[in-house]
């Protein structure tokens, strides 16, 4: 299992937005300053780049993550913006605001990025060398805050290198975060906007372009965090854990030992965490689509040591299996 970076090479301070461009094209993780925090990049089309994300990080599930774009014309190509959205973007763009919306159909954003969902949170940072790192990459860029799970957001390329020696390629020196705080996180994929994360954009300055938001403060509305909800990870077919092999109706999610027939989706045959949890919402996605399909009557899914990504693994697994208060309507809503 190459759950251990130990064996990477020190974590580089780099000065060059070009060179750090290159390492993150080459699916390697690059810390790199924003006006809120830094925050620890990877090509978020490449899963396996995602995975080691979570991986460094240490986190022990899977939150969806944000991507970074040097404009809202590259943001608004990966999902698909409303009037407030296209407004909103006017207004606050480049700035420390994520919106979530829609993803477009054929949006190239690795699932794990998403973890598993229809939405997709995008965002255009303001600082000048976070957009020309942006420019030359050309891709979308998954970044979370670059500290390890648990730990305080870093300000300071000094205090990315406290947390993440070791575990990272390198970190893009952009000086100290003028904001110092997490982005403004506004889901505009329901009837309602909703503010998921407050911010230096604040609801006051929202709603003067919005009108009225939802929080967890309005009553009937009730925005969460995906990572705290077990329906978004559900398939619409019940899940078996820890099965060593799958039973007559049973459509398996393997992880190495695999039976020759029957529907199967490998997460790793060589049992890497790092590539089962690349694949993990591919996974439960396409056997959702295909068992149910094929008349199987639910999904077992193989045993995962619970250790490093397998932690986080097991969380989103355990989640899928949970029990339903009513048959879900569609997967994975
Ligand atoms: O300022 C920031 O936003 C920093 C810098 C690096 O850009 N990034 C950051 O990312 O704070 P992260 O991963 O720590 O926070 C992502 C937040 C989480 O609260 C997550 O639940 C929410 O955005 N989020 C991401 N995708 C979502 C989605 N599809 N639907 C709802 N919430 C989403
Ligand atoms: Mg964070």
Redesign the pocket.
Known sequence: MDQSRTDQPATKLIASPDQAARLLRAGELVAFG????????ADATNAQAVARIYEAKGRPSF????C?FPSAEAAFRHVRPNDLAEKLARKFWPG?L?L?LPRQAGCPVSQLA??G?P???V?V?AHPTARELLTLTGLPI?????NRSGRV?PTRAAHVLADLEGRIAAVLECGPCQ?G???T?L?L?GEMPAL??P?FITREMLEAETGPLASAATPGAK?V???MLASHYAPTLPVRLNATAPGPEEAYLAFGPAPAKGLIFQLSDRQSLTEAAANLFEGLHWLDEHATRQGCAAIAAAPIPSTGLGLAINDRLSRAAAPRAAPLAKPFR
């Open positions: 924003t006006e809120t925090v830094y925050g620890l990049g939150n969806p993550l944000i970074h420390p994520t979530v998403g973890a969902l939405t997709l949170a965002r940072p998954a970044a979370p805050s670059a957001s904001v705080l997490e982005s996180v889901d994929s998921l994360r911010g925005p965090a995906p990572g």
